[in-house]
């Protein structure tokens, strides 16, 4: 019989492209999403349950039921920008959501879970290259949510025994190659979608932040990688947990970064339009470079991003856009 995973936040952008790939690997989906900001149409491979990681009497309901043999947990605020001017809003979600998940987890004796974590945990390291021993100083409410659960995970672990995934994206984008699901998220503050909804007419101008940083092109550089293969990351880490009965920590990047400008260009390359531009100051907050080492994912999960290259992932995003654009 297949076995239930739960995901937390499924009818999100990288939830539901996780589930695909859970049901890929015969695993049952079972989606938990309160649709704040996610998409019924999303939940595309399993079940979706309309709901809240903070009802605790639904979480005891759904484990009784579905028997989870574990937790991938995606739900959670993720505007920065947002966290800096409603902290409580963040932490009570962010947080105390995942309290009351783990909590849900106890009661249940399910014992693996992995948890998105981000590149803001770093804050504005100093290093070329983000490795997981990388010092942790977020500088918003935000990242700093994010590292407290990676703390709570870690007593967690350390008392209950429940096992952790801590998978500390960097720059997610693209979308599914069949075109099943994508990035739609309302307001959408991702530097890609941007760029391809300013190129489709969509949207304005990309604002661009900041044209003098210390780069080749002075754009910021950020690593992006294919959603995909942050959900493919996802299988790989339940597999390593059951199978090691260990925690793992990683990264989740490419190791190369893109500029902004390599961004805009690409799109004129692969998408033969250009990027309408608004040259913006730099924002309060963002490095300069972001990128991650990517060695561990690789050593420990056997996990390389392997439709990352920026070209796929822009062509794969822009046909997901293009067809948003005429739904
Ligand atoms: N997109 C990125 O580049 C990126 C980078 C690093 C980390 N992350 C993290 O990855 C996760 C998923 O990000 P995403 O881009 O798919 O965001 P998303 O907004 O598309 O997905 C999050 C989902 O969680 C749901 N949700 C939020 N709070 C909930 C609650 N209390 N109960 C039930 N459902 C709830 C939302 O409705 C949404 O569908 C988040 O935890 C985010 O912080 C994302």
Not at 16 to 29: D, F, Y
Not at 240 to 259: D, P, Q
Request: glycine share 12%; aromatic share 8%; with cysteine.
């Amino acid at each position: 019989m297949s076995e239930n995973v739960l995901v937390t936040g499924g009818a999100g952008y990288i939830g539901s492209h996780t589930c695909k790939e859970l049901a890929k690997n015969g695993l049952v989906p079972v989606s938990l999403d309160n649709l704040v900001y996610g998409h019924r149409g999303f939940a595309k491979w399993g079940p979706l349950v309309e709901g809240d990681i903070e009802d605790g009497v639904l979480l005891d309901r759904l484990f009784a039921e579905h028997r989870f043999a574990a937790v991938i947990h995606f739900a959670a605020f993720a505007y920065v920008g947002e966290s800096v001017q409603d902290p409580g809003k963040y932490y009570r979600n962010n947080v105390a959501g995942t309290i009351s998940l783990l909590e849900a987890m106890r009661r249940a004796a399910c014992c693996d879970i992995i948890f998105s974590s981000t590149c803001a945990t770093y804050g504005t390291p100093e290093t070329d290259l983000i490795g997981e021993d990388t010092p942790q100083r977020p500088i918003n409410p935000y990242g700093r949510g994010k590292l407290m659960v990676e703390t709570i995970l870690q007593d967690y672990q350390a008392a209950y025994g429940i096992r952790h995934g801590i998978l500390r994206y960097f720059n997610a984008a693209g979308a599914d190659p069949d075109g099943d699901v994508g990035e739609r998220h309302d307001p959408e503050t991702h530097l890609v979608p941007l760029a391809i909804k300013a190129a489709l007419g969509q949207a304005g101008p990309l604002t661009v932040f900041g044209s003098d940083y210390p780069t080749p092109d002075g754009t910021a550089i950020r690593d992006y990688v294919h959603v995909t293969d942050l959900a493919d990351a996802h299988v790989r880490a339940l597999q390593f947990l059951r199978r090691e009965k260990a925690s793992v920590v990683c990264n989740l990047g490419t190791g190369c970064g893109s500029s902004v400008q390599e961004v805009v260009d690409t799109i004129a390359e692969v998408c033969g339009r250009e990027v309408p531009l608004r040259r913006g100051g730099r924002r309060a907050g963002d490095p300069p470079r972001l990128v991650a080492a990517i060695g561990r994912a690789s050593e420990l999960l056997g996990w390389t991003a392997r439709r990352s290259a920026i070209e796929t992932i822009v062509a794969d995003a822009w046909r997901w856009h293009e067809r948003e654009g005429q739904r």
